[in-house]
């Protein structure tokens, strides 16, 4: 697989970030991963123009989801966003206020899924 732009992973809980990464990172998709909202942000702003998608949870400490996905939207208004999330859709969609242009992966997902669903928002 082409690289097509780092995805960037705002994800707390360590194994998921850590599963993340290694399923990404076995097709060949270069991946930042941080740990919380506010680290996010700083990885977005230093380096958007890498950046393909980021991939969010939304319960996060400081800053969650909903939050950073504004924030980012001030910096870029058509960034790419994965919601990952154990909420249902239509809870995460009215947390996020009904923002448009973002997917949303249910978790837990497995490898194909993730895979999949990553590709077909970057292409």
Do not use: W
């Not at 992973?9 to 097709?27: G, H, K, M, Q, Y």
């Not at 702003?45 to 939050?67: C, H, T």
């Amino acid at each position: 697989m082409t690289p097509i732009g780092s995805v960037l992973v705002v994800e707390n809980e360590p194994f998921t970030r850590e599963a993340v990464e290694d399923i990404l990172d076995s097709v060949g998709i270069n991946v930042i991963s941080v740990a919380d909202g506010h680290e996010g942000v700083a990885a977005y702003l230093s380096q958007r123009d890498e950046i393909g998608l980021v991939i969010l949870d939304m319960n996060l400490p400081g800053l969650d989801g909903a939050e950073i996905l504004r924030m980012l939207r001030t910096i870029n208004p058509f960034v790419k966003a994965l919601v990952a999330s154990g909420y249902d859709e239509q809870e995460v969609r009215r947390r996020l206020k009904n923002q448009q242009a973002v997917s949303f992966l249910r978790k837990p997902f497995d490898a194909d899924t993730l895979i999949s669903t990553v590709t077909k928002i970057m292409a």
